[in-house]
């Protein structure tokens, strides 16, 4: 019977032993490097080989019995008299593969190294992996150095330009737009003005510590301390990612910190430049100042501007590619490479080109390559992104041990104490300000998070070693501070976050996807929200967004995407695609007997659900169902097609809608004709007029105050103006046709005599107080109804009875 496992520890315990160990033997090459040469050949001397001097050929003999060969000489060719050499057997030439040897040992350390701390889960649910990197580089760099070598510093040109660009783009290509985009403002403010608070609180207190710090630290002045801070106050995004990734931090706080950490390099690298440059300068005047706080502005925004115009070239050349497949994947890295080493070349914001690029290319270029080469994008990038992280935190152990420090306790506690009052004071003033304009506030447990994840990194670490000794004499009390904040951020804070999340109950992310109803109806909130501001003349975030889409699926689509890829509806194609492969696979498998002509295969699963020789499809993989809830998602949403724009002023109505609205325009203009003839009849009697106005009203109007034959019969009717009980008013349409059915009545009943008439029973809108009786005229049925009106009501409605039951 096999043992529990090697001297009686279990193999997952015994694995990560092995790794570290084939891992540090494997870096004896490196650590003796320069003495190799010597140490070969003396080995080698005795078995009977030597090294050749320069070429690394091996010869049968020491140099000193060299002369007993006799070399044959060819007398025609053009080297008359060289002694030809005896053949090669062994050859050992370090120097001619050292580079890329110690590259390749030190990425297969960084994999080793995180293959075995997730071999063990408990060390890496305590400890987070960056500090487990950390320490394997103090170990590394403690071995180098005992064995009596240098070890390798992490120097800023190969961070900048190699290790940090794949964690960027990474980070930017696949960057949550929504959330993003959404909490935008919230995250400029932390990393803008968040930024220059730190700097310059952090600057302005560690110059005052100086004044009063002692001989030592005297010498170092306002510009070198702003320098320094400047270095120190912003986010790193590597140590953020490192750490948050780990809690699963919910969504909202995860973008804030992060999307700070991403912004803020723009105000890094315009601080380090400026105050670098007035360092070296006498007299800093006010055309200075104004100048740097507009290279701000050029730094950012030409960035993004170099992003955005590469991210649009890839777009544009993967439109291309359908017939080379294979190098898709490579325009992708590529572009966005020339994207930052652009930007770096004018001294603008790499991350911020980087990040540009990666936004910009993503929806048109995935729109255009395949499912495979987007495959190999994304996990080339995760691959390339978590190789260089592992680099640089294992490059910052081993970069503590073999750098010069320079210790000072005043300037080093005092530079990590400020740090964390400036980055709570920054956060708890700015939230107050930012609550007051979201709608989702920021919670103090938020806050606190927020405070708490200001973690600071190698960027720091790489710009203070970027600092020129001739002009910052104190670079190593610098460094040394600097990576003593680094130190306690990623250690302490880092190690101490996932217990406080836990403690306080900040929420986490939702690990469960989205169904495709909740993407749906979040899109239809979208739509609606945008109709609302629209509506209401109130053109936000919503309206622009929208506007925005407009203009690039109007425009930017039909340049940038394949034309049959662009026009076709993707739900359709996909459906042809998912026929014509089940019809290959059917073929295949010999099963097209039994299919009828022109039948899918789900038809024929509802045709036959219970056959036993029916083909099983096989279950959908992953990729493939993220890409089909993608096509949902896009093609499911579709309420903005019949309307070309929420302009309420030209809006284009439905034909319809435009029938609909015009006959209620007809009814309202006959209401309010009914109504102000109404009106007229309803008003109480006015005072006799004057003879002379009477006059004046018979001379403009004489039809109308003719008298009638029967007038002189007609009583005289007369009105208080004080009593509440007026006319109401009398619809005049309806009054002459009643009287003219009268008198037609009146005429019939003439021919035929007296007529006895039943009593029909009242209809809904019919008079119920007044019944007229048979034998009444119409001026006496006039005349009754006016004096049975119990007065006017307030705007009775449409259809309503002229006086309702129950009054």
């Known amino acids: 019977m096999p043992g529990p496992g ?48 320069g070429d690394g050929d091996v010869t049968s003999a020491p140099p000193e019995v060299s002369h007993e060969v006799h070399p044959v000489t060819n007398h025609s060719g053009p080297f008359h008299g060289k002694p030809r050499k005896p053949f090669p057997v062994l050859g050992i030439d370090y120097t001619h593969v050292r580079t890329p040897f110690e590259i390749s040992l030190w990425i297969l350390l960084a994999c080793l190294m995180k293959l075995g701390f997730h071999v063990i889960p408990t060390i890496s649910n305590i400890v987070p992996e960056s500090c487990l990197l950390i320490v394997v580089g103090l170990l590394v760099g403690g071995l180098i150095k005992g064995v ?18 794949p964690i960027i783009l990474d980070a930017g290509y696949f960057l949550p737009l929504r959330p993003f985009t959404e909490n935008l403002g919230t995250i400029l403010i932390f990393a803008v003005v968040g930024t220059l608070w730190n700097a310059f609180f952090l600057g302005g207190l560690m110059y005052a510590v100086c004044m009063v710090g002692g001989p030592q630290i005297n010498e170092i002045g306002l510009l070198d301390n702003l320098l320094f801070g400047s270095i120190i106050s912003a986010v790193d995004p590597v140590a953020v990612l490192a750490v948050f990734e780990e809690i699963h931090i919910n969504e909202l706080l995860h973008i804030l910190v992060f999307g700070e950490s991403l912004l803020n390099d723009a105000v890094t690298v315009v601080l380090y430049h400026l105050f670098e440059e007035f360092a070296g300068i006498d007299h800093v005047t006010l055309v200075d100042i104004v100048l740097g706080f507009l290279s701000f502005f050029v730094v ?62 993503r929806p048109y270029v995935e729109a255009n390559i395949s499912h495979k080469s987007h495959t ?3 996990y080339f990038l995760k691959m390339w992104s978590s190789i260089s992280e592992t680099l640089i935190f294992i490059f910052l152990g081993v970069s503590t041990v073999a750098g010069s420090h320079h210790w000072n306790w005043t300037f080093v506690i005092s530079t990590l104490l400020f740090c964390l009052i400036a980055r709570v004071l920054g956060v708890l003033g700015l939230t107050w300000f930012i609550n007051k304009f979201r709608i989702v506030k920021l919670t103090p447990k938020d806050q606190f998070i927020i405070a708490y994840g200001g973690l600071r990194g190698a960027i720091a670490f790489s710009l203070g070693y970027l600092l020129d000794v001739r002009h910052f004499p104190m670079r190593e009390l610098f460094l040394t501070a600097i990576i003593t904040v680094i130190f306690f951020t990623v250690f302490v804070q ?16 939702q690990e469960s996807k989205r169904s495709i109803n909740e993407e749906i109806h979040t899109q239809f909130l979208d739509h609606l929200l ?27 689509k039909k340049c940038l995407i394949a034309g049959e890829r662009s026009n076709e509806p993707q739900l359709i194609a996909f459906y042809h695609k998912m026929e014509m492969k089940q019809a290959i696979e059917l073929v295949e498998s010999g099963g097209v007997g039994k299919i009828p002509p022109a039948v899918s295969t789900v038809s024929m699963q509802n045709i036959h659900p219970k056959a036993p020789s029916e083909r099983i499809l096989p279950a959908l993989s992953k990729d493939k169902e993220e890409e089909i809830r993608k096509i949902l998602r896009n093609n499911l949403q579709k309420t903005r097609q019949r309307l070309k724009s929420y302009n309420r002023h030209t809006l284009v109505a439905d034909p319809f809608e435009e029938a609909w609205n015009q006959m209620l325009l007809r009814r309202q203009k006959v209401r309010q004709l009914e109504q102000k003839i109404n009106n007229y009849l309803t008003v109480p009697a006015h005072k006799l007029d004057s003879p002379t106005m009477s006059r004046a009203r018979i001379g403009s109007d004489p039809l109308a105050y003719e008298p009638k034959p029967d007038s002189e019969n007609l009583p005289i009717i007369t009105i208080d103006p004080a009593s509440p009980q007026s006319p109401e008013s009398v619809d005049l349409v309806n ?27 009242s209809s809904p809108g019919t008079d119920d ?29 449409e259809g309503e009875p002229f006086i309702p039951k129950g009054q």
């Open 6 to 53: 090697f001297c009686g520890l279990s193999p997952l315990r015994v694995f990560p032993s092995v790794f570290v160990v084939a891992a540090l033997l494997g870096l004896l090459p490196v650590l003796r490097s320069h003495g190799l040469q010597n140490t070969v050949t003396s080995k080698v001397s005795t078995m009977g080989l030597y090294i050749g001097p």
């Open 148 to 165: 009596g070598e240098s070890p390798p510093v992490l120097e800023s040109k190969i961070f900048f330009l190699f290790l940090l660009p």
């Open 300 to 361: 950012s925004l030409g960035g993004v501007f170099v992003g955005v115009v590469y991210g649009i070239i890839a777009a544009f050349t993967s439109r291309f590619t359908s017939h080379i497949r294979v190098i898709e994947p490579l325009f992708v890295f590529l572009y966005s490479y020339m994207a930052y080493l652009s930007a770096e070349l004018f001294h603008l914001s790499g991350i911020m080109a980087l990040i540009a690029s990666g936004v910009m290319m």
């Open 376 to 378: 190999t994008i994304k």
């Open 494 to 509: 880092g190690m101490t976050i996932r217990p406080l999340v836990d403690l306080l109950a900040v929420k986490k992310k």
């Open 530 to 556: 945008t109709g609302i501001e629209d509506i209401c003349g109130h053109y936000g975030h919503h309206h622009w967004k929208d506007k925005l889409n407009r203009f690039n699926k109007k425009y930017v």
């Open 735 to 761: 009054e002459e046709l009643k009287g003219k059915d009268s008198v037609l009545e009146e005429e019939e009943e003439d021919e035929r005599g007296l007529v006895m008439h039943p009593k029909e029973p």
């Open 769 to 797: 107080v007044f019944t007229p009786e048979p034998g009444d005229s119409p001026s006496t049925q006039r005349m009754l109804r006016c004096l049975s009106d119990p007065g006017p009501r307030p705007e009775p409605g």
